[in-house]
């Protein structure tokens, strides 16, 4: 982004640092993108700020998503993407919240965000207040867990088949049939003419010792 666009996006946070003082707002650069961070109670205070500040008119909405870091207390990060058409300049707001703290909705600042923070819930379980209808809107009825978060197993918790005596599709516990955990990474691939990185069981190629 030309410096241009960061100086009139570092004014814009200055202004809204002195509207929102409680807010906690932090503004950030970093590949020549703007971040404001702030408090996850305000943080559909801010986005609305930036929608109707003279000076911003951010009232495009683009997009709204969750990141999972399952080491922080806070582990959820929520982060909306604006642009202005107007000053033709793009913004991100992000907060931090944990499993049980819900971040203020932005459906009634950007009705477009209904679907995101309903897809936010359901693979993150990240909880959004003031949503009116806040439900799964990707995975089945009865699905365990939320399958983005880092710590849910690749396997998920059930499988899906079709039961021809039941004559219907039926969902049971994921049953493995081999210790896909336990590959023997020294197993030779294809072949011995071009020996990859972990093939040195393969006949003849074990590299000398240094």
């Not at 707002?25 to 993108?33: K, Q, R």
Request: charged share 25%; with cysteine.
């Amino acid at each position: 982004m030309p410096d241009v666009a960061l100086a009139a996006l570092a004014t814009i946070a200055d202004a809204l640092k002195v509207a929102l003082p409680d807010a906690g707002l932090c503004a950030t650069t970093a590949f020549g993108e703007m971040t404001l961070v702030c408090e996850a109670a305000h943080f559909a205070a801010v986005v609305q700020a930036l929608r109707d500040a003279p000076g911003a008119r951010f009232v495009n909405f683009i997009d709204l998503c969750g990141v999972d870091y399952p080491a922080r207390a806070q582990r959820f990060d929520v982060v909306a993407h604006l642009l202005s058409p107007a000053r033709n300049l793009r913004i991100r707001v992000k907060c931090a919240t944990d499993e049980d703290t819900p971040v203020p909705s932005l459906c009634a600042v950007f009705p477009a965000a209904n679907w995101f923070e309903r897809e936010a819930y359901d693979l993150y379980g990240i909880l959004f207040s003031g949503h009116p209808e806040l439900r799964r809107i990707l995975t089945d009825y009865g699905f365990e867990g939320h399958p983005l978060r880092k710590d849910f197993p690749m396997t998920g918790f059930v499988e899906v088949r079709y039961d021809d005596e039941q004559k219907r599709v039926v969902q049971e516990p994921v049953k493995l049939n081999q210790a896909f955990r336990s590959f023997d990474f020294l197993s030779p691939w294809e072949g011995t003419d071009y020996v990859l990185p972990g093939d040195e069981k393969a006949a003849g190629t074990v590299p000398p010792k240094p």
